[in-house]
């Protein structure tokens, strides 16, 4: 079974940083793909980035390109996210969301592509 801990959230000022980190077990199959996701109430989930674990490749939504970098540890099964320049629109719960195998049915932003989810870690930007 598929386990997905996120950690890392937090506080911080308009311009500063934070590194998001999802601790995924059970998560085996190569062509997995794990994504972050963001909420605020109210509003559907977004989609941020997503990472092809096997291949590295990277997709990122237009608001936190060249701002957020997906990465992982392949030895300690933990993606991370690493968020620069943050903005008070960066606010929300962040989710980390797996798919073992893909369905190229569904676009990568789309969350009803992952079959499996975290309960997220709070990011609030202060102006």
């Known amino acids: 079974q598929v386990q997905l801990v996120e950690s890392g959230g937090g506080p911080v000022q308009a311009g500063g940083s934070l590194r998001l980190s999802c601790a995924a077990s059970?998560?085996?199959?190569?062509?997995?793909?794990v994504a972050w996701f963001r909420q605020t109430p109210g509003k559907a989930r977004e989609a941020v980035a997503r990472?092809?674990?096997?291949?590295?490749?990277?997709d990122y939504a237009d608001s936190v390109k060249d701002r957020f970098t997906i990465s992982q540890d392949a030895d300690k099964k933990v993606i991370y996210l690493q968020m620069n320049s943050l903005v008070p629109e960066d606010t929300g719960m962040y989710y980390c969301a797996a798919a073992r195998i893909w369905d190229w049915g569904y676009f990568w932003n789309e969350a009803a592509a992952y079959e499996f989810w975290g309960r997220g870690t709070q990011v609030t930007v202060s102006s």
């Open positions: 059970g998560l085996t199959n190569i062509r997995a793909r």
């Open positions: 990472l092809f674990l096997s291949e590295g490749t990277t």
